[in-house]
């Protein structure tokens, strides 16, 4: 459809396709506003849609996110490896089983991790 919009004679081209009669509503003046108005829309609808995802990652870049696979060096923990996953969840991997335990974790603005289990049990500890 877009093809056919772009040429010159599109709305012609259409027309002989439908088989409907050259003179019509789609000729008038009133219609080619309604054109260009939904034109501008959707051009202006893609670009919000483009620029949405730069100006979410501006606004939580303001508040400090982890992301990735952190191995533990310290050979006192239990743990081998801590999964920080983008939607704000941490994931304990044990040394000796492999099993892994989940949480919800939020970092709240005193630098605490405020971590959420399944059971919505709730323990806070520093950064």
């Known amino acids: 459809m877009s093809v056919f919009l772009i040429r010159k004679n599109g709305w012609e081209l259409i027309l002989k ?5 050259n003179k019509n509503y789609f000729d008038k003046k009133s219609f080619l506003l309604y054109v260009t108005f ?3 829309l959707i051009i202006g609808i893609v670009l919000i849609k483009i620029g949405m995802p730069y100006l ?3 606004k939580e870049n303001n508040q400090m996110q982890f992301a990735g696979v952190y ?6 923990s239990p743990y081998q490896y801590l999964f920080f ?13 492999e099993k ?3 949480f919800h974790y939020y970092v709240s603005f005193d630098n605490q991790i405020i971590l959420e289990d ?4 709730v ?5």
């Open 38 to 40: 939904f034109k501008v």
């Open 100 to 102: 892994m335990t989940a």
């Open 56 to 58: 979410n990652d501006e």
């Open 85 to 97: 996953h983008k939607d704000q969840y941490l994931i304990f991997m044990k040394r000796s089983s």
């Open 123 to 127: 323990s806070k500890h520093f950064l």
């Open 71 to 76: 191995e533990v060096k310290s050979s006192e």
């Open 118 to 121: 399944e059971q919505n049990r």
């Open 17 to 21: 396709i439908l088989s409907i009669p």
